[in-house]
């Protein structure tokens, strides 16, 4: 499962596992994307993956999700991404990207499908006291956006240390 797997960052993710010989789902609400995305995904890999419209706020929509196909592993996209955005509505950004992964990681182990990769930011690693920044660095995140991330990490590594069976990976992108 690809959430946010209609977004720039997640579609091609998408073609790489489809190139690869993965079957993929992508569960995308398509804020931050187009519907016609599928069809370059299609043209590019010779596949178009099964898409699920739906928001990871929806709970038991993922819930269906899980039911209906075989998911053993999610790659989690999903999310708002606009720093300044989250200044002016942190309600939303926690909301969506926080309350969001928690129904993603509790659909999961329900489904017990426990193996993530997670797309962080480079955002929570703040305003860093030198470059390039190295993974040791202190975390700390200076916005809404990246505050959510972090939460999000710290979720996700309280998760991993509580059941071992869990499988984490996150990544921290930056530009």
Wanted: proline share 4%.
């Amino acid at each position: 499962l690809v959430t946010g797997g209609a977004g720039y960052i997640g579609s091609h993710t998408v073609v790489l596992l489809q190139e690869a010989g993965y079957k993929v789902v992508v569960f995308d609400n398509l804020c931050n994307s187009h519907p016609e995305v599928f069809s370059r995904i299609e043209q590019i890999s010779n596949i178009r993956p099964v898409f699920v419209e739906g928001d990871i706020c929806d709970k038991a929509l993922l819930a269906q999700v899980f039911a209906e196909y075989n998911i053993d592993c999610v790659i989690h996209f999903a999310g708002l991404k606009a720093v300044g955005e989250s200044v002016a509505k942190p309600l939303l950004y926690y909301q969506n990207n926080v309350e969001g992964s928690l129904n993603l990681f509790e659909v999961m182990a329900a489904s017990n499908c426990k193996r993530l990769v997670f797309s962080s930011s480079a955002t929570v690693y703040g305003d860093p006291a030198s470059v390039p920044i190295r993974e040791n660095f202190p975390l700390y995140a200076t916005n809404p956006y990246g505050q959510s991330k972090l939460m999000i990490e710290n979720i996700l590594r309280d998760l991993a240390v509580a059941d071992s069976a869990w499988q984490v990976s996150l990544l921290r992108y930056f530009n």
